[in-house]
């Protein structure tokens, strides 16, 4: 873009930067990143969540291993020993001196099944405790997407909070660049003083600085963003993503049924009560070491000198076995799980009492944030037109350069705000969804809206 003749230098970064972020000249640049894309992008590449599916994984393992308790075992065996002396080759099952068969060498092998028929309840309490855990560990994944998406949403509506900061002192700039030229004519002519000059300078350094501030924070948000989304900076500048609005509002006569979606719905508490569940169970895994266990066992034995003359046999029978003395282990065991038990519960109850003291200031800020920005909405409106009517008060010589200069930081000021307030309503409503448990992509597209 070449600079017009009697076109000062400062004017002009102003409108190429305008004209640069102004989306009607994009028309080749890529698809809008809604905020609803950006969270599914994040949940197929975040490395929390690739880590809470592996444990999710684990979980269920350990199910299937615990589960295996219910299966028949089935062993193989097989031995070569070399003895001192020669050794009886096959066993003997009556008097018989034709059968003795005597030689150094022993090979022995065999095939055992077994399974047990009673062991106390262990084996189902354990199958129980595993199934709890991996529930817990499946809410704790769920907790983790959600803090992803909360995260994700954060950092887009902060890029989107720079970016709608910038274009505001942008259009400042370009006020006070104008009453800057009109000054620098009045004084040429010798109508203006000085001071007026560089009082009308000193707010445009203002202006200057912090628009250079804010377009650094921009960078570093854009940035951020790409790094939740596993994207390309370029992918994430603020030109490529929308503005994000909600579509309805939370009312005041909601927090029962609010309520009861965070005791049903909210993953922390999901998980504490899925793990609660499971010291219980193990808890019943433990007692049942105090029962004797029963065990149906089959064996098929084979025996074998050096020559390989194989015989065969096979064994059938119940086996009973009850350990009458383990040093304290069974009872310590049981009291082991049993104080795991207490713990888990009373964690349950802490993380409902936070809970509910979370949401209700959770929709106190909804309330709150919503009331904010309507209110400074109808200040920067106002505002607006105080900064219209005092430009023109002074161009007409009716009004002072020091009203207009007020006037003109103030709607600045009041612009900016009313950005940082209409994200903190959306956040609000985000967070309030994320401790009901219902923050999901579906909660999001239903929720939000993303236009350019």
């Not at 055992?112 to 309840?121: H, I, K």
């Not at 000198?305 to 076995?321: C, H, I, K, N, T």
């Amino acid at each position: 873009m070449n600079r017009p003749r009697g076109c000062d230098l400062l004017t002009w970064l102003i409108c190429a930067a305008t004209l640069s972020a102004s989306p009607l000249l994009a028309q080749d640049r890529e698809p809008l990143l809604t905020v609803q894309h950006a969270v599914e992008l994040s949940l197929a590449s975040y490395p929390s969540i690739g880590a809470a599916r592996a444990r999710v994984d684990e979980a269920q393992a350990r199910v299937g291993q615990a589960t295996s308790r219910w299966w028949p075992a089935l062993s193989m065996e097989a031995s070569s020993f070399r003895h001192a002396e020669p050794m009886l080759v096959y066993p003997l099952h009556g008097f018989d001196t034709s059968a003795f068969q005597f030689d150094r060498t022993l090979l022995q092998g065999n095939v055992t099944a077994g399974w047990t028929l009673f062991d106390g309840g262990g084996r189902g309490a354990r199958i129980r405790a595993a199934r709890a855990d991996e529930a817990a560990v499946t809410s704790a994944g769920t907790a983790s997407e959600m803090d992803v998406v909360l995260n994700v949403v954060a950092a887009y509506l902060t890029v989107r909070s720079a970016h709608e900061t910038l274009d505001a002192e942008l259009q400042s700039l370009t006020a006070l660049t104008a009453e800057r030229d009109r000054v620098q004519r009045l004084r040429d002519e010798g109508q203006a003083a000085d001071v007026e000059l560089l009082r009308v300078a000193a707010a445009l350094a203002q202006a200057e600085s912090e628009r250079v501030s804010t377009a650094a924070s921009l960078d570093v948000a854009e940035r951020s963003l790409a790094r939740w989304l596993g994207l390309d900076v370029d992918r994430t500048r603020a030109a490529h993503l929308g503005t994000v609005s909600l579509k309805d509002s939370v009312a005041a006569d909601v927090r029962d049924h609010l309520t009861a979606r965070f005791e049903a719905a909210n993953p922390e508490l999901l998980a504490a009560r899925q793990q609660r569940e499971a010291a219980e169970w193990s808890r019943r895994a433990a007692i049942g070491a105090w029962f004797p266990q029963l065990d149906l066992v089959g064996r098929y034995l084979l025996f074998s000198g050096p020559e390989f003359d194989v015989q065969g046999e096979w064994q059938a029978g119940v086996r009973l076995s009850y350990p009458l003395f383990t040093g304290g282990a069974r009872a310590s065991a049981v009291s082991a799980t049993a104080a795991r038990a207490v713990a888990a519960a009373e964690q349950e109850r802490l993380l409902a009492l936070r809970g509910a003291d979370a949401l209700d200031r959770a929709l106190s800020t909804v309330q709150e944030t919503r009331a904010r920005a309507a209110a400074v909405g109808t200040a920067v409106a106002h505002l607006t037109e105080v900064a219209r009517i005092e430009q023109l008060a002074l161009q007409e010589g009716a009004g002072t350069q020091t009203d207009f200069l007020r006037a003109d930081a103030d709607l600045r000021r009041t612009r900016a705000a009313l950005v940082r307030a209409r994200h903190a309503e959306i956040i609000a409503r985000v967070q309030l969804a994320r401790i009901t448990g219902d923050l999901t992509v579906a909660w999001l597209a239903a929720t939000l809206e993303t236009s350019p």
